[in-house]
């Protein structure tokens, strides 16, 4: 059984920092993305990052390129996202989630929402100003 287990939210000051974790387990795909999400109050689900199966290859949304950080320790089947200076519009729930693949294209990669397949239960990040 596929299960993804997203934790570290929190509830933090704006400018400060907090790191997600999105624990994997019950997969073996050859090639895999995992993505992170999030969704605000009233707002749709905004792709954030993603990274390949083997790490090597990552994106960004332009709302959090060069804030946050994803990353991957395969021996912990676990993937990170470091979220610095972190901003009241920043405040949501946040997914991760697994999709059978990774575009050559990263953009597709994080756009088509509907192709992951398995997705945690989700973590709640608030930023106060």
Same mark, same amino acid.
């Given at each position: 059984?596929?299960?993804?287990? @997203?934790?570290g939210g929190g509830l933090v000051q704006s400018g400060w920092s907090l790191r997600l974790s999105c624990a994997a387990s019950g997969f073996t795909f050859d090639d895999y993305a995992i993505g992170w999400f999030r969704q605000a109050p009233g707002k749709?689900?905004?792709g954030i990052?993603?990274?390949?199966?083997?790490?090597?290859?990552?994106?960004? @949304?332009?709302?959090?390129k060069g804030r946050f950080t994803i990353s991957s320790d395969s021996a912990k089947n676990t993937?990170?996202?470091?979220m610095n200076s972190l901003k009241p519009e920043d405040t949501a729930v946040y997914y991760c989630a697994v999709m059978k693949r990774y575009y050559a +294209?990263?953009?597709?990669?994080? @756009?088509?929402?509907?192709?992951? +397949?398995?997705?945690?239960?989700?973590?709640?990040?608030?930023?106060?100003?």
């Open positions: 059984e596929v299960q993804l287990q @997203a934790s749709e689900r905004e990052s993603c990274i390949s199966s083997r790490g090597d290859r990552t994106y960004y @949304a332009d709302s959090v993937v990170y996202l470091q +294209d990263p953009v597709l990669t994080l @756009a088509r929402q509907h192709e992951y +397949d398995y997705w945690g239960q989700g973590t709640l990040v608030t930023v106060s100003s």
